[in-house]
């Protein structure tokens, strides 16, 4: 069984070590992988992210964990999604919002506190449901003792994301800068597939008019570029550089794609 853990967290404090433990306690053959765990302080939309394009490399079976939730003690709810043969677990503060664009077959719970007690969870400190609800709820879950339907309440749909998705029409893509990796790379929400039958895409970034790319190399250092990332999405960067330094630009910014040729 495999568990990944994507979180605010950091790993200076105990907090993810905490939360494997309380994991391992009650599923010890479990393989617990760290998705990520430097996803930005309180912003549940760059975990969704993350989730919505790495889920796919992970086996059918798979439980993901996310906890970003600045709402954390308050009444929101638990949410729990069944999608393409693996399980969410995340607050409903919009974080599965970006995991289930495309995919209407999904099928959404609300953790149940009524089932507290059958999932042996006590008593849950305010601050800290990664440890007290989160992780014996996840290792319950994957060793098959329950199931999402018997502690979960269906729902139609959860809170809606923090960030909208991008709006592509015939003449541009337009969207925001959503993450921003270890090597200072700008990565939007807009996907390749939604530009990939342009001719000449050009990409709009602070008062940048950036052609495509396919690799970094094919800038010169110092350059600033865009191309698709491994990632599949449309991505900022300076060859052997930090786009967000060099470019002062960060989560949020904004991003336009133009197909130039539609505009001669």
């Not at 269906?154 to 909208?164: I, N």
Request: aromatic share 6%; net charge negative.
């Amino acid at each position: 069984m495999i568990i990944t853990l994507t979180t605010d967290f950091g790993l200076r404090d105990p907090f993810v070590g905490v939360m494997k433990g309380r994991i391992l306690e009650r599923a010890p053959a479990a393989s617990v992988v760290d998705l990520s765990h430097d996803i930005l302080a309180h912003w549940p939309a760059e975990a969704g992210f993350w989730l919505a394009h790495c889920h796919q490399y992970f086996p059918a079976g798979t439980l993901h964990v996310a906890v970003v939730d600045p709402g954390v003690g308050t009444a929101r709810a638990i949410a729990m999604v069944e999608l393409a043969d693996q399980v969410f677990l995340a607050p409903d503060n919009g974080l599965l919002a970006p995991v289930l664009v495309g995919h209407p077959r999904a099928r959404c719970w609300h953790l149940e506190p009524s089932q507290f007690s059958r999932l042996g969870i006590g008593r849950a400190s305010a601050t800290f449901h990664g440890r007290d609800i989160f992780a014996p709820l996840a290792a319950e879950l994957a060793t098959g003792r329950v199931t999402v339907a018997e502690v979960g309440r269906s729902v139609d749909e959860l809170v809606p994301g923090w960030v909208d998705e991008a709006i592509v029409t015939a003449e541009q893509a337009s969207g925001v800068v959503i993450t921003i990796d270890h090597f200072g790379n700008l990565i939007s929400n807009i996907e390749g597939a939604a530009i990939e039958r342009w001719v000449e895409p050009h990409v709009y970034v602070g008062a940048l008019v950036l052609p495509l790319r396919r690799t970094y190399g094919e800038a010169k250092p110092g350059t600033a570029l865009a191309l698709i990332n491994s990632f599949g999405v449309v991505e900022i960067a300076v060859a052997e550089g930090r786009a967000s330094d060099v470019l002062g630009l960060s989560r949020g910014a904004p991003i336009v794609v133009r197909d130039s040729v539609r505009k001669r």
